[in-house]
Nanobody
Framework: QVQLVESGGRLVQAGDSLRLSCVASGRTLSSYDMGWFRQAPGKEREFVAGFSWSSRTYYTDSVKGRFTISRDNSKSSVYLQMNSLRPEDTAVYYC?????????????????WGRGTQVTVSS
């Protein structure tokens, strides 16, 4: 089982940038698909960005061109660079991992989750 810890969330203003980090322990990440999800109050958890074990990246439409996911397997870390933040990006952001397989953005396909980090974007 992979243990994940997110950090980097805070209150920012619209248009600002923020970088989230996720550090994993217990396993090396090279054989894992990694994902960032978010959940706003009263809404379901949604996929934001993903980085497959084969180095392919995936983004939900609303963040394309603004967010960038990256990973450093040597540091067992995954990052989410968020630029041009909007109030609608406000949510708790979760890092998730699953053993390599056919790519899916379904949260249920990810078996390891961090506790989340709060991102709040004020207008």
């Amino acid at each position: 089982q992979v243990q994940l810890v997110e950090s980097g969330g805070r209150l920012v203003q619209a248009g600002d940038s923020l970088r989230l980090s996720c550090v994993a322990s217990g396993r090396t990440l090279s054989s894992y698909d990694m994902g960032w999800f978010r959940q706003a109050p009263g809404k379901e958890r949604e996929f934001v960005a993903g980085f497959s074990w084969s180095s392919r990246t995936y983004y939900t439409d609303s963040v394309k061109g603004r967010f960038t996911i990256s990973r450093d397997n040597s540091k067992s870390s995954v990052y989410l660079q968020m630029n041009s933040l909007r109030p609608e990006d406000t949510a708790v952001y979760y890092c998730a991992a699953r053993y390599a397989g056919a790519w899916s953005t379904n949260p249920q396909s990810f078996k390891s989750w961090g506790r989340g980090t709060q991102v709040t974007v004020s207008s």
